[in-house]
């Protein structure tokens, strides 16, 4: 059982980037997956997630971040990034429905993707 993320990169401010997080060792099925980051030297913070399939995002993400999924892959589509959003991105996932998105404890994690964003 593995998730493995995909799609960081290095933009510079305004730019776009979407990340993509696969499953291996079983199906998406509806589970509830949640994206979070973590920059150096602090604690790691939830982004956004489907709990029961439906999007929540953090404050700061609202309007510019979408979480979606398809068969096979989480998404978290990201849009007018700024410098402040600069992280490692992990996806998580508890193979339940539902998921507590703010919570940092999950069965299964990613081994996470850089995303840089300049000024």
């Known amino acids: 059982v593995r998730l493995e993320e995909s799609g960081g990169g290095s933009v510079e401010s305004g730019g776009s980037l979407t990340l993509s997080c696969a499953a291996s060792?079983?199906?998406?099925?509806?589970?509830?997956f949640g994206w979070f980051r973590q920059v150096p030297g602090k604690k790691r913070e939830w982004v956004a997630c489907?709990?029961?399939?439906d999007p929540y995002y953090r404050d700061s993400v609202k309007g510019r971040f979408t979480i979606s999924r398809d068969t096979h892959l989480v998404y978290l589509q990201m849009n007018n990034l700024k410098p402040e959003d600069t992280a490692v991105y992990y996806c998580?996932?508890?193979?339940?429905?539902?998921?507590?998105?703010?919570?940092?404890?999950?069965?299964?994690w990613g081994q996470g993707t850089q995303v840089t964003v300049s000024a």
């Open positions: 489907l709990n029961n399939n």
């Open positions: 998580a996932t508890d193979r339940t429905f539902s998921i507590s998105c703010e919570s940092d404890e999950h069965d299964y």
């Open positions: 060792g079983f199906m998406l099925e509806s589970y509830g």
